[in-house]
């Protein structure tokens, strides 16, 4: 079985602070993990892939096999940073194909 | 590139009734993956079509069932309508089935069941 583990379900910080937004995983085979992000009144996006190690908009994130997590962070929060960010796994679903599990996500505000 | 479209945007139904979802994949993507998001959680697995055939399914009922067609547009249908059913429902295309490629989301359809 697979899943993912957003454990803060709200995070606030102010603009300019450090964010780091945790994800845990639990999953038998090779992982692919993502961050997918919904901006208000926007489709789900994706912001960034483990496999493609860039950084978008400041954000990074490093898979720790070890600890089995995929944390995001940002060095400098900004306003327009604020939303619902949801951290997924690509597994197998039982046969040939890959689904995605998603955690419950993490609702990031950035004051001013 | 045109995006994934979903619709209708928004549907309220009653209890036992059906009701037909609809979803237009990315250009160039033959996989249509759909998900259900409830109130205050992640979305959910429902089932994968890939050239024209179920090719995966998460943990739901028989009632809710699928399409795919020629231009690998999608459908999903649900049958005997239960107040649970009330989410976001969410379609993601992507390229090939067989990798862990991103998939690539529509706005979604918000079911309220009545």
């Known amino acids: 079985a697979q899943r993912v583990t957003q454990p803060e379900k709200l995070l606030s910080v102010f603009k300019g602070a450090p964010v780091e937004l945790k994800c845990n995983y639990s999953?038998?085979?090779?992982?692919?993990l993502f961050w997918y992000v919904q901006y208000s009144r926007q489709r789900l996006q994706l912001l960034l892939r483990?496999?493609s190690r860039e950084s978008i908009k400041g954000f990074t994130a490093d898979l720790n096999k070890g600890e089995t997590s995929f944390h995001l962070k940002k060095p400098f929060a900004q306003e327009e940073d604020s939303a619902m960010y949801y951290c997924?796994?690509?597994?197998?679903?039982?046969?040939?194909?890959?689904?995605?599990?998603f955690g419950k996500g993490t609702l990031l505000t950035v004051n001013p | 590139e045109t995006g994934v479209t979903q619709s209708p945007t928004h549907l309220i139904k009653t209890r036992g009734q059906q009701v037909t979802l609809r979803c237009s994949s990315q250009?160039?993507?033959?996989?249509v993956s759909w998900y259900q998001q409830a109130l205050g959680q992640g979305p959910q697995f429902i089932f994968q079509y890939y050239r024209e055939e179920e090719n995966g399914r998460g943990n739901f009922p028989p009632r809710f069932s699928g399409l795919q067609f020629p231009n690998y547009s999608s459908e999903l249908n649900v049958n005997a309508l239960e107040l649970d059913d009330s989410a976001l429902y969410l379609c993601a295309s992507s390229f090939d089935p067989g990798t862990q490629e991103t998939q690539y989301f529509g706005p979604g359809t918000r079911l309220l069941v009545l």
């Open positions: 999953y038998s085979g090779s992982p692919e």
């Open positions: 483990h496999i």
């Open positions: 997924a796994l690509s597994g197998r679903s039982g046969g040939s194909n890959y689904k995605l599990t």
């Open positions: 250009s160039g993507h033959n996989t």
